[in-house]
């Protein structure tokens, strides 16, 4: 699960083989890595995805929290393709989405200086 389209796809309950939201998906990934290279994540010059070639090891280099950063455009894309029904779970998806976010900001200042 290295391709960063594929991961995402399969976090939003999409099937791999499914392509017919593949350009809302890739364009909603493209804007959540525009953030994260904001926040001082990725290369500085900036990254986009194409396709399901790119993998998360080519945006993310030897930054050490993956996890975190997957979980967060996950969460962002999420909110911006396929929002929850429920006010609740949009909430709390914001919530997590808000935190994860700092904690990926202090990493990454921290490892700047």
Not at 57 to 81: H, I, T
Request: net charge negative; aromatic share 8%.
């Amino acid at each position: 699960m290295e391709s960063i389209l594929t991961s995402i796809k399969k976090l939003l309950n999409i099937d791999e083989g499914c392509t017919d939201f593949d350009t809302d998906i890739i364009i909603h990934i493209n804007s959540v890595l525009m953030i994260l290279t904001q926040l001082g994540v990725g290369p500085t010059d900036g990254f986009e995805i194409e396709n399901d070639k790119a993998k998360w090891s080519d945006f993310l280099g030897s930054y050490p929290n993956v996890n975190a950063v997957r979980s967060y455009v996950y969460f962002k894309v999420r909110l911006m393709f396929d929002p929850p029904g429920s006010s609740a779970a949009i909430e709390s998806m914001n919530k997590l989405a808000n935190e994860l976010e700092w904690r990926i900001n202090a990493t990454a200042e921290k490892n700047a200086g």
